[in-house]
């Protein structure tokens, strides 16, 4: 429903025209001449952010998203000033760093909710240290 949020600008004003959608998936059509981590034909994904500057100590850190930098999917514009098209567009443009490799034995279906819900309960998760053998929890 944040798309929706984001449309109505209950957030804040929506840079109009705004293509909203995260949750990402689909496969590489074209890379720049510096991509190294994907070629034409890959599998990939992309969760709410599409770049970063790399630099920040919060990018050094991992922590990608607490990047003063940070360019979301929709109602943003790229550091160039284009503007971020969400994934309700037919392409969208991101930085390899904030992409995930999918693979071959995925359904792009399935792995899209893994690329909102899942990042945003995982980080927690990981943080508190339940990535450890025999720890459980529950997402409600």
């Not at 004003?13 to 991509?35: L, M, N, Q, R």
């Not at 899209?112 to 309960?121: S, V």
Request: proline fraction near 7%; hydrophobic fraction near 35%.
């Amino acid at each position: 429903h944040s798309d929706l949020h984001t449309i109505r600008g209950d957030w804040g004003p929506a840079k109009y025209p705004v293509v909203p959608g995260h949750e990402i998936v689909g496969v590489v059509t074209d890379v720049g001449s510096e991509v190294k981590k994907f070629k034409l034909g890959d599998r990939a994904g992309v969760g709410t952010f599409i770049e970063t500057c790399r630099n920040c100590h919060h990018c050094k850190a991992g922590n990608d998203l607490f990047c003063p930098e940070v360019v979301f999917t929709y109602n943003a514009e790229h550091h160039d000033g284009l503007p971020a098209q969400g994934g309700y567009s037919t392409h969208i443009v991101m930085d390899e760093f904030q992409a995930y490799t999918i693979p071959d034995n995925l359904p792009l279906a399935g792995v899209a909710p893994l690329l909102c819900a899942g990042i945003t309960t995982y980080t927690p998760y990981k943080v508190h240290g339940f990535d450890k053998p025999g720890k459980k929890v529950g997402v409600v």
